[in-house]
């Protein structure tokens, strides 16, 4: 029972907010409903969730197409968890995503016709590799001159997409298409383990989650993140080496959103080409939020977003509700995660104590920086 109660504790916030934001976004619905053919429609709400929830979870297909929606959201979440953790903020996981998803597709065309147990482990080692290598950017001068990590990995999202659509057009551009895209990645492909779309990349993901909790609970390096996002000062009279940790966690953060992209892209894309979405780089942010952090929360979160997503084409078809409400409804569970001070009013819950240190830093701003990565630091 105590368990239960310290596990409500930290999921309260979360759960509140998911239910606020269904309701504030029903109301959009409704009043939406009175400019369309069939009119004022105040059951429309509940017609749309429940078309939601089938198309998720109503069938064999449902079920996959959550699961693999959701598989790049736990290795982002993951990414932007870690992150939090050491008290940084990683908004780079979409450019992360974006490089790890090109640095496979490359790969894997190149080893196309090699047999899968070859070219597969190759093209997804080679994404997270960029990724990580992308994430050592911004980890290092947060590091070493302390450039707030936030506007870094901002500039560094729009340098990726920038940077891979010229490599795109002019680098590995494959010939006979009428559009620039790489060539396919063949047998390097994620295998497909049960029905039409569950690919092998839905497991990785899911034992990505385990890993970096064990890490985390169980290993010194987790130990030392968490001082690290803690008290970076602390840690440092402890004999940690701040430094080497925030640039560490932001390519180990980095490795986990290339991860994202390269199953996205061997398991669903099959090819890179100028344009691809890179949303699942921002959804990640809010499967951080809303998951606390927490590998398990991430897990729950990211299921839950992958459920939206695969749930969205059928509540359009049969009830007319734009699938732009799904976008709605994230961005209102991160309003109201952010706002957390409105859900306690509103159902009574109190402050947990301590206050959780990953939403200090979403929350707090960069006009400074800590001794600790500042010029001339030291380890």
Known sequence: MTRLRAAWRVASIPVYSI??????????????????ATGFDPLLPLAA???LL??????????????????????????VGLGLKAGLFNIGVAGQFLVGAFASAVVGASLA???????????????ALAGAAYGFIPGFLKARTGAHEVVTTIMLNNAATLLLTWAVNDLVRAPGFTFPRTAAVGESALPVLIGRNLHLGVVLAVVAIFVVRWVLDRTTLGFEIRTVGLNPEAARYAGMRPVFITALTMTLSGLLAGLAGSIQMLGVIGFYA???????????????LLG????????????????????????????????????????????????????????????????????????????????????????
């Open 19 to 36: 239910l606020l934001a269904l309701l504030v976004a029903a109301v959009v619905i409704i009043v939406s409903s009175t400019f369309t």
């Open 274 to 288: 100028p344009g691809i979405t890179a949303s699942v780089g921002f959804d990640s942010i809010a499967v951080a």
């Open 54 to 79: 089938i198309g998720a979870f109503g069938s064999p297909s449902g079920i996959s197409n959550t699961l693999v929606a959701a598989a790049p959201l736990m290795f982002g979440g993951l990414a």
């Open 113 to 127: 016709g090699a047999p899968m147990l070859v070219g597969m482990p190759l093209a997804v080692l080679a994404g």
């Open 49 to 51: 969730y429940l078309r």
């Open 292 to 379: 606390r952090s927490d590998p398990i929360g991430i897990l729950f979160a990211a299921l839950l977003f992958g459920a939206f997503r695969a749930g969205a084409p059928l509540m359009q078809i049969e009830t007319s509700v734009p699938i732009e409400v799904i976008d709605i409804i994230q961005a209102l569970v991160i309003l109201f995660l952010a706002a957390d001070l409105i859900v306690r009013r509103l159902f009574r819950v109190r402050a947990a104590k301590p206050e959780i240190a990953e939403l200090q830093t979403v929350t707090k701003t960069w006009g400074g920086t800590t001794p600790s990565t500042t010029p001339g630091g030291g380890d």
